[in-house]
């Protein structure tokens, strides 16, 4: 089993930063490819960044050069910088990692979610 827990969400003004983190942990071995989505209200959950273990970062199109993922491998972590926030970018943010567990299951587990609100 492996939880993926988030912080950092809150409510900031246009023009601001945040900086959201995501912890796994419980049976782990690996995690090769970590990343961050949004979901809008009564949209699909879209991807905002990713980043496989040793590769590169890769962004959705309108988060590119504002927003920076990044990871701690030592801590199975990953993080999301966010600046020069958009009232756009109001959204649920959720952490997704693809674990390879201690019993050699490839899983991927989500993170509750955490609320991001951007106002004008």
């Known amino acids: 089993q492996v939880q993926l827990v988030e912080s950092g969400g809150g409510l900031v003004q246009a023009g601001g930063s945040l900086r959201l983190s995501c912890a796994a942990s419980?049976?782990?071995?690996?995690?090769?490819?970590m990343a961050w989505y949004r979901q809008f209200p009564g949209k699909s959950r879209e991807m905002v960044a990713t980043l496989a273990n040793g590769g590169n970062p890769n962004y959705a199109d309108s988060v590119k050069g504002r927003f920076t993922i990044s990871r701690d491998n030592a801590k199975n972590s990953v993080y999301l910088q966010m600046s020069s926030l958009k009232p756009e970018d109001t959204a649920v943010y959720y952490c997704?990692?693809?674990?390879?567990?201690?019993?050699?299951?490839?899983?991927?587990?989500w993170g509750q979610g955490t609320q991001v609100t951007v106002s004008a």
């Open positions: 997704r990692a693809d674990v390879l567990s201690s019993s050699f299951h490839l899983l991927t587990s």
């Open positions: 419980g049976s782990i071995l690996s995690i090769d490819f």
